[in-house]
Protein backbone atom coordinates (compact mmCIF):
# COMPACT_ATOMS: atom_id res chain seq x y z
CA UNK A 1 0.00 0.00 0.00
CA UNK A 2 0.76 3.50 -0.71
CA UNK A 3 0.17 6.75 1.00
CA UNK A 4 0.03 9.85 -0.79
CA UNK A 5 -0.31 13.01 1.84
CA UNK A 6 -0.49 16.70 -0.35
CA UNK A 7 1.33 19.45 1.58
CA UNK A 8 -1.25 22.28 1.90
CA UNK A 9 -2.47 24.78 -0.73
CA UNK A 10 -3.74 28.30 -0.48
CA UNK A 11 -4.97 31.31 -1.43
CA UNK A 12 -2.77 33.19 -4.19
CA UNK A 13 -3.26 36.34 -6.35
CA UNK A 14 -3.15 35.73 -9.97
CA UNK A 15 0.24 36.28 -10.88
CA UNK A 16 1.76 34.39 -8.05
CA UNK A 17 3.74 31.70 -7.24
CA UNK A 18 2.45 28.08 -5.44
CA UNK A 19 4.69 24.67 -4.59
CA UNK A 20 2.49 21.91 -3.78
CA UNK A 21 4.19 18.46 -2.47
CA UNK A 22 3.31 15.03 -2.34
CA UNK A 23 4.77 12.65 0.39
CA UNK A 24 4.41 8.88 -0.61
CA UNK A 25 5.18 6.21 1.85
CA UNK A 26 6.47 3.17 0.89
CA UNK A 27 9.54 1.80 0.08
CA UNK A 28 9.54 1.78 -3.42
CA UNK A 29 8.73 5.28 -4.12
CA UNK A 30 11.77 5.34 -7.06
CA UNK A 31 10.17 3.11 -8.86
CA UNK A 32 6.95 4.71 -9.12
CA UNK A 33 5.33 7.00 -12.07
CA UNK A 34 3.56 10.30 -10.66
CA UNK A 35 0.54 12.57 -11.58
CA UNK A 36 -0.76 15.63 -10.07
CA UNK A 37 -4.19 16.02 -11.32
CA UNK A 38 -6.82 18.71 -10.20
CA UNK A 39 -10.48 19.15 -10.22
CA UNK A 40 -12.61 22.58 -10.29
CA UNK A 41 -16.02 22.38 -9.38
CA UNK A 42 -18.72 21.30 -11.62
CA UNK A 43 -15.63 19.68 -14.18
CA UNK A 44 -14.07 16.66 -14.67
CA UNK A 45 -10.82 15.52 -12.88
CA UNK A 46 -7.96 16.80 -15.21
CA UNK A 47 -4.54 15.79 -15.56
CA UNK A 48 -2.36 19.03 -14.90
CA UNK A 49 1.88 17.27 -15.02
CA UNK A 50 3.28 14.24 -14.71
CA UNK A 51 6.50 12.28 -14.45
CA UNK A 52 7.87 8.98 -15.11
CA UNK A 53 9.72 6.91 -12.13
CA UNK A 54 13.11 8.17 -13.14
CA UNK A 55 12.06 12.08 -14.17
CA UNK A 56 13.28 11.22 -17.68
CA UNK A 57 10.11 11.85 -19.03
CA UNK A 58 7.19 14.73 -17.84
CA UNK A 59 4.08 15.81 -19.47
CA UNK A 60 1.81 18.43 -19.36
CA UNK A 61 -1.68 19.77 -19.93
CA UNK A 62 -1.73 22.39 -22.20
CA UNK A 63 -2.91 25.06 -20.03
CA UNK A 64 -0.13 24.65 -17.74
CA UNK A 65 2.78 24.23 -19.56
CA UNK A 66 5.81 26.88 -19.29
CA UNK A 67 4.01 28.01 -16.02
CA UNK A 68 4.19 24.30 -14.19
CA UNK A 69 6.60 22.39 -13.44
CA UNK A 70 6.79 18.63 -11.98
CA UNK A 71 10.16 17.07 -10.77
CA UNK A 72 10.81 14.42 -8.18
CA UNK A 73 12.99 13.72 -4.98
CA UNK A 74 13.15 10.09 -4.84
CA UNK A 75 15.64 10.39 -2.00
CA UNK A 76 12.57 11.87 -0.10
CA UNK A 77 9.77 10.17 -0.98
CA UNK A 78 8.51 13.26 -3.10
CA UNK A 79 7.18 14.82 -5.96
CA UNK A 80 6.46 18.56 -6.44
CA UNK A 81 4.19 21.11 -8.28
CA UNK A 82 5.86 24.10 -8.83
CA UNK A 83 3.22 26.87 -9.86
CA UNK A 84 4.06 30.05 -11.41
CA UNK A 85 2.19 32.78 -12.89
CA UNK A 86 -1.13 31.41 -11.24
CA UNK A 87 -4.31 32.76 -13.31
CA UNK A 88 -7.93 32.04 -11.31
CA UNK A 89 -8.73 29.44 -14.00
CA UNK A 90 -6.45 27.42 -12.01
CA UNK A 91 -8.29 27.25 -8.08
CA UNK A 92 -8.99 23.77 -8.02
CA UNK A 93 -8.40 20.68 -5.43
CA UNK A 94 -5.30 19.73 -6.54
CA UNK A 95 -4.57 15.88 -6.09
CA UNK A 96 -1.37 13.48 -6.57
CA UNK A 97 -1.33 10.05 -7.76
CA UNK A 98 0.83 7.12 -7.86
CA UNK A 99 1.40 4.05 -10.47
CA UNK A 100 4.03 1.49 -9.74
CA UNK A 101 6.46 0.70 -12.53
CA UNK A 102 9.14 1.65 -14.57
CA UNK A 103 7.93 3.05 -17.46
CA UNK A 104 9.93 4.88 -20.26
CA UNK A 105 7.20 7.69 -20.53
CA UNK A 106 4.79 9.69 -18.35
CA UNK A 107 1.43 8.97 -18.56
CA UNK A 108 -1.33 11.65 -18.04
CA UNK A 109 -4.19 9.01 -18.12
CA UNK A 110 -5.92 9.30 -14.72
CA UNK A 111 -6.99 5.58 -14.89
CA UNK A 112 -3.92 3.81 -14.53
CA UNK A 113 -2.96 5.38 -11.27
CA UNK A 114 -4.04 3.08 -8.39
CA UNK A 115 -3.03 5.40 -5.42
CA UNK A 116 -4.42 8.73 -4.74
CA UNK A 117 -4.12 11.66 -2.14
CA UNK A 118 -6.65 13.36 -0.61
CA UNK A 119 -6.45 16.54 -2.43
CA UNK A 120 -5.21 20.08 -1.60
CA UNK A 121 -7.35 23.56 -2.01
CA UNK A 122 -5.72 26.01 -4.41
CA UNK A 123 -7.53 29.34 -4.86
CA UNK A 124 -6.28 32.18 -7.17
CA UNK A 125 -7.94 35.27 -6.16
CA UNK A 126 -7.70 38.01 -9.24
Known amino acids: QVRLVESAGGLVQAGGSLRLSCAAS????????MGWFRQAPGKERECVAA????????SYADSVKGRFTISRDSAKNTVFLQMNSLKPEDTAVYYC???????????????????WGQGTQVTVSS
Open 51 to 58: INWNGGST
Open 26 to 33: GRTFSTYA
Open 97 to 115: AAREGRFSSSNCNSRIYDY
